[in-house]
């Protein structure tokens, strides 16, 4: 029977479960664990069994890099575009997206960013999204009338500590990080967020929670 004729289940697995494998295997030990061999092991899978749904491991390699760009570039971009009625709103909903791993996967981009270290070809994807994030935050900034060299300089700001709480594997509560968002958004935007924008955001985090 054809390739394209078999189900993508059953004793080879599937797709979707090699690329969650990889995915494991990429946050928790680092780009050296993905590997087939490996993968088909912790899988009880047989090697034969990746050919089905890949290539070769580049092919597998390509799905984790599109899997980051969907759990943290497309969510960021969407939030720097979502609607609000105030500047520091839109702040808040920038904010909340990097409060959660449903909306930005802290540990994958962590294991990307370790990744590129060891990848040319991965350092100059990451460089490119790098540019691309600060982008959308500009652009964002700029709609609430910042000139473009403050806009860039606080969207700098904006994602370099963001960055930074990713890169040094920074821990703590989300009650202690809440109670800083308001001095956060005042730094970011020059306002301070107001009673009810705080009472709201918090809202939407304990319901998404």
Known sequence: MDKACEPETGWRGSRELWVSAAYDALVEQGIEAVKIQTLGARLKLSRTSFYWFFKDRAA?????IEMWAGRTTLPMIEAARAYAETETEAMLNLIGCFLSDRTFDARLEFAVRGWALQDAGILARLRAVDAERLDALGRMLERWGHDPQDADVRAR??????????????????????????????????????????????ARLARAA
């Open 60 to 64: 597998l390699l390509a799905a984790l």
């Open 157 to 202: 700001t904006i994602y370099l500590v963001q960055i930074g709480y990713i890169s040094t594997q920074t821990v703590e509560t989300l009650e202690a990080r809440l109670d800083r968002v308001p001095n956060y958004v005042e730094i970011f935007t020059g306002h301070q967020p107001a009673p009810q924008e705080m009472a709201r955001f918090r």
